[in-house]
């Protein structure tokens, strides 16, 4: 803001109570004031924060709903520096390292942001919900990168193939069972590599990949 001398009004300006707010679990009411997925979806939210969380490019806020203990990760400038304290008196350590231990196994399980839905937090936690396998092929350059990361995902398998006639490495393939609340941003993640990343499965995956690589072809075709 201050390289561009434009003020922007998020709830960077309000670190300190939000990290008061963190601390002694209180509820706290703040308005979500842009939203590129949905852009009419601007709304005040009541929610008990649990944790600041740097990504990619980002600051996030981990936070659970105030009346249905819903867990979300939400990007912090995209909600407004609107700030009220509900509840000042809040619920104690003990109740917010236990929702913050709960939210860190739905990121550990899944891959992005994306937390999934009341029902299928509920389900997932209760390991009723089914897993959906994950399976690409990366080659080239990619091979080595995706080596590179050993504890990426807790139930991901990484398999080298060679070339049966000559010997030298083909493809590498990654598989990982994940939630379907995760396939999309799998999907973006693997799309990274372009031309030296493959799908396998499932099918909805296999063809979203070709669809993208179509439409892809067609722009440089136009």
Known sequence: ??????????????????????????VIEIYRCRNPYHSNNKHFITVYPLQLVYSEIAWYLLHEDYQTGHLAMSRLDRFSDEFKLIDASGRGKEKQWKSLQIGHQLLKAGWGHYLGTSLEQQLERQGKLPLVKVIVRFFGEAMAFIQEGEKRHLRQEISLEKNAKYGNPEYLEYSVD?????????????????????????PELVERHRNMAQELLNKYSS
């Open 178 to 202: 994940l939630p379907r609340r995760s396939l999309s941003e799998f999907c973006y993640w693997a799309c990274r590599f372009m031309g030296n990343v493959q799908f396998i499965a499932p």
């Open 1 to 26: 803001m201050m390289s561009q001398s434009k003020y922007r009004g998020t709830l960077f300006e309000l670190l300190e109570e939000l990290e008061t707010a963190i601390i002694k679990g209180q």
